[in-house]
């Protein structure tokens, strides 16, 4: 039987033409051997039942609920061949244990934000946050749109890690006091739960940082362990219930403009799957990570509102204060970079992509903030 070009692809569009018959038309026994090569990648039925560790309290809104939301996405994505159980910080093991247990393979994955390994590897805070660094959006484009991804994944390949975007929580708050700060002079001495870089700028300044995991901040607050706490913003910071044991509401999150959160999946694990799976746990990952920044902006404009209706002392951070500590973040940069290579490098890359985001805000969303949306904004003086 003879075809033309035109009768071939009618009787393909009617199914008239059978695939087998197809496929020998396009070259038999060759074009079937090429394509079953690849096949393993795509038509493999094995399943995978994966655990997941995190450092977030069990059902955390927003943040725990991304843990959920990228598990339900990566199975229905996958048709249920990777099916994942998520566990909150201590159902498992405890919190900040996530790291080394996805590493040497005691869960296949975890969540976290890379700040709380910097004990493992300084390097690993540039990925998420750095204190009068990048907001959300200028943190993404170095990410995704610059080098800084290569980067986070060439650092933690020494920690045979994968990781990968997990959501942001946009600027956070400056924290809950239980003493004025009026001068740089009121933060010797002071005792507050702060991670990451952060924490040492507050050292420099004479204060203690106390890493404690989020289930235990507010009792440390309640009993005095701690006379201030930074966390998140005002929708989180609502829940936890700290405008009740706190006096002063502070801003801005000078320590904190943009935090990345992070999914991190063990390496070799991740490496052993098929290419597809390996795309659909990318996919579901920036799915998840944009949904996560989109609830966090919403929640948070309402809970605010809400704070202030109900009387919330809400304060500005002294000009001295926010200048002095920035001076102090150049000095504990300075020390870093100059003790770990990776860290140089690594900060090198943000801060050159910094300057030229910083650059392109100033005549664009600067002056969106200062005159476009002046109208709707809180005067704080």
């Given at each position: 039987m003879k075809l033309s070009r035109k009768n071939f692809f009618k009787g393909l569009a009617l199914g008239t033409i059978s695939l087998p018959f197809l496929i020998r038309g396009l070259g038999g026994k060759n074009f079937a051997q090429e394509d079953s090569s690849n096949a393993p990648n795509v038509l493999t039925a094995?399943?995978?039942?994966?655990?997941m560790v995190t450092t977030w309290p069990p059902n955390f809104p927003i943040i725990g609920e991304a843990c959920t939301k990228f598990a339900e996405t990566v199975e229905a994505i996958s048709g249920g061949r990777i099916q994942i159980r998520v566990y909150g910080g201590g159902e498992l093991v405890p919190a900040l244990e996530a790291f080394d247990t996805v590493r040497t393979g005691g869960a296949e994955l975890g969540s976290g934000a890379a700040y709380y390994w910097a004990g493992k590897a300084p390097a690993a805070q540039f990925f998420a946050s750095v204190p009068f660094g990048m907001n959300a959006q200028q943190l993404n484009a170095w990410l995704l749109g610059g080098e800084g991804m290569a980067l986070w994944e060439?650092?933690?390949r020494d920690f045979n890690l994968v990781p990968m975007p997990g959501g942001n929580t946009g600027v956070q708050m400056g924290g809950w006091f239980n003493r004025e700060i009026n001068s740089i002079a009121d933060l010797k001495g002071l005792k507050m739960r702060i991670p990451g870089l952060g924490g040492k700028v507050l050292e420099k300044a004479g204060g203690t940082p106390v890493l404690l995991a989020g289930g235990e901040i507010y009792t440390g607050l309640e009993r005095g362990v701690i006379d201030a706490t930074e966390w998140l913003g005002p929708f989180h910071d609502t829940l936890m219930g700290f405008q009740e044991i706190a006096k002063y509401y502070y801003t801005p999150g000078w320590h904190e403009p943009g935090t990345m959160?992070?999914?991190?999946i063990n390496k070799e694990l991740y490496d052993g799957l098929p290419t597809d799976l390996q795309a659909i746990l990318k996919t579901a990952a920036l799915r998840v990570h944009v949904w996560t920044l989109s609830e966090m902006e919403?929640?948070?404009?309402e809970a605010l509102t809400n704070l202030l209706q109900?009387?919330?002392?809400l304060r500005r951070f002294p000009d001295e204060v926010i200048e002095q500590m920035r001076?102090?973040?150049?000095e504990v940069i300075d020390e870093i970079t100059s003790s770990d290579p990776f860290s140089r490098k690594a900060y090198e890359s943000y801060d050159a992509f910094r300057k030229k985001a910083a650059n392109y805000s100033q005549i664009t969303e600067k002056v969106f903030y200062d005159q476009i949306q002046r109208d709707a904004t809180l005067n704080l003086g």
């Amino acid at each position: 039987m003879k075809l033309s070009r035109k009768n071939f692809f009618k009787g393909l569009a009617l199914g008239t033409i059978s695939l087998p018959f197809l496929i020998r038309g396009l070259g038999g026994k060759n074009f079937a051997q090429e394509d079953s090569s690849n096949a393993p990648n795509v038509l493999t039925a094995k399943r995978y039942r994966w655990k997941m560790v995190t450092t977030w309290p069990p059902n955390f809104p927003i943040i725990g609920e991304a843990c959920t939301k990228f598990a339900e996405t990566v199975e229905a994505i996958s048709g249920g061949r990777i099916q994942i159980r998520v566990y909150g910080g201590g159902e498992l093991v405890p919190a900040l244990e996530a790291f080394d247990t996805v590493r040497t393979g005691g869960a296949e994955l975890g969540s976290g934000a890379a700040y709380y390994w910097a004990g493992k590897a300084p390097a690993a805070q540039f990925f998420a946050s750095v204190p009068f660094g990048m907001n959300a959006q200028q943190l993404n484009a170095w990410l995704l749109g610059g080098e800084g991804m290569a980067l986070w994944e060439e650092l933690y390949r020494d920690f045979n890690l994968v990781p990968m975007p997990g959501g942001n929580t946009g600027v956070q708050m400056g924290g809950w006091f239980n003493r004025e700060i009026n001068s740089i002079a009121d933060l010797k001495g002071l005792k507050m739960r702060i991670p990451g870089l952060g924490g040492k700028v507050l050292e420099k300044a004479g204060g203690t940082p106390v890493l404690l995991a989020g289930g235990e901040i507010y009792t440390g607050l309640e009993r005095g362990v701690i006379d201030a706490t930074e966390w998140l913003g005002p929708f989180h910071d609502t829940l936890m219930g700290f405008q009740e044991i706190a006096k002063y509401y502070y801003t801005p999150g000078w320590h904190e403009p943009g935090t990345m959160l992070e999914f991190f999946i063990n390496k070799e694990l991740y490496d052993g799957l098929p290419t597809d799976l390996q795309a659909i746990l990318k996919t579901a990952a920036l799915r998840v990570h944009v949904w996560t920044l989109s609830e966090m902006e919403a929640k948070n404009a309402e809970a605010l509102t809400n704070l202030l209706q109900k009387g919330v002392d809400l304060r500005r951070f002294p000009d001295e204060v926010i200048e002095q500590m920035r001076a102090y973040t150049r000095e504990v940069i300075d020390e870093i970079t100059s003790s770990d290579p990776f860290s140089r490098k690594a900060y090198e890359s943000y801060d050159a992509f910094r300057k030229k985001a910083a650059n392109y805000s100033q005549i664009t969303e600067k002056v969106f903030y200062d005159q476009i949306q002046r109208d709707a904004t809180l005067n704080l003086g």
